[in-house]
């Protein structure tokens, strides 16, 4: 069936250094694409999203990169600080079934140490 | 704005009980979502309304039930609570089909 799904399941890294978090998906249909920080405790809180019709978006400190070709997406979060310290999901639109639905991933748990 | 909210935040059900988690929001939104979160994993979708009156199931829908009567509103029903349906539920909301979905606090249910 239709997935979304993470590379690495945990990722840790040095307050001040860039992160990034990938992400790869099974439809060929999806073309939207969005990521989300969940903090423990908390609902899930939007960063980025990107439509297919794009290959990089960015924000304040993060960046999402989208390769069609290999279905894979990525989050890059620059200097990364003590806050980012969150699990991450990425999500994908699922075409030609149940409008309104996101495939979500099981997130990557990103550790930042002092 | 509040957003989206859910009540009750924390739920203890005995096995057979029935209890109805509540969720709104107050973005005019049309499409809201019931998700569930199991530990370490992602979010899976019980049930979605495109607006009132209209719902449809998800990807887990078995062993609840939704209504959508007004656009802020949107029940997720347990009947006869199993221990497999301890998890955190999760609501959310979008103006879009594939857009942003705003996401409640949660409601973290334990059926004993």
């Known amino acids: 069936g239709e997935s979304v799904g993470l590379h690495l399941p945990t990722l840790s890294v040095q307050e001040g250094d860039n992160s990034i978090i990938n992400c790869a998906y099974s439809?060929?249909?999806?073309?939207?694409f969005i990521w989300y920080k969940q903090e423990s405790g908390k609902g899930p809180q939007f960063i980025i999203d990107i439509r297919s019709n794009m290959d990089k978006r960015q924000g304040q400190r993060v960046t999402v990169l989208l390769n069609k070709t290999v279905k894979h997406l990525s989050l890059q979060i620059a200097a990364t600080q003590p806050g980012d310290s969150a699990v991450y999901f990425c999500a994908a639109n699922h075409v030609g079934g149940s409008q309104g639905n996101l495939i979500f991933g099981k997130g990557t748990k990103l550790s930042v140490k002092p | 704005n509040a957003g989206v909210t859910q009540t009750p935040k924390f739920r203890i059900l005995k096995i057979g009980q029935s209890m109805t988690l509540q969720c709104a929001q107050d973005m005019n939104h049309n499409y809201m979502y019931w998700y569930r979160q199991d530990p370490g994993m992602g979010l899976k979708l019980i049930y979605y309304?495109?607006?009132?009156?209209?719902?449809d199931k998800g990807e887990v829908p078995n062993g609840y039930n939704v209504s959508r009567s007004t656009t802020e509103d949107f029940p997720l029903r347990l009947e006869l609570a199993a221990p497999s349906q301890t998890s955190v539920y999760f609501c959310a909301s979008s103006w879009l089909a594939s857009g942003e979905q705003y996401f409640g606090p949660g409601t973290r249910l334990t059926v004993t």
């Open positions: 309304s495109v607006g009132a009156g209209i719902t």
């Open positions: 439809n060929s249909a999806s073309d939207y």
